[in-house]
């Protein structure tokens, strides 16, 4: 449905949306699409009984303004995290 920097006309997306549910709940997918939120996933998963992955590997959060992070960013250009890295420590430094 595109990612965080194409949600600009609320209105056209939930239209193209519901079109998009109506189809597949009336076609014999078997599926059945509908809004729901993080916790009615979080419950359907635990129902499910499905153990969680951990992410353990190289993982960097990053902050572009204040209570705004980005975690896993730069996870496929570890040259540039480490750019951030250096340049962040010596600028705690001063």
Avoid at 12 to 37: A, C, P, Q, W
Avoid at 48 to 62: A, G, H, L, M, R
Wanted: charged content about 25%; overall charge negative.
């Amino acid at each position: 449905m595109g990612d965080d920097f194409n949600y600009m006309m609320a209105h056209r997306n939930f239209k193209n949306m519901d079109k998009l549910i109506h189809y597949v709940n009336e076609g014999d997918y078997g599926m059945k699409l509908f809004y729901s939120t993080p916790g009615d996933y979080v419950k359907a998963v635990y129902k499910e009984n499905i153990q969680w992955p951990v992410k353990t590997d190289d993982f960097f959060p990053y902050a572009d303004y204040d209570h705004a992070y980005w975690t896993g960013y730069f996870t496929s250009r570890p040259a540039l995290k480490g750019y951030i890295r250096e340049s962040g420590s010596l600028y705690r430094a001063f």
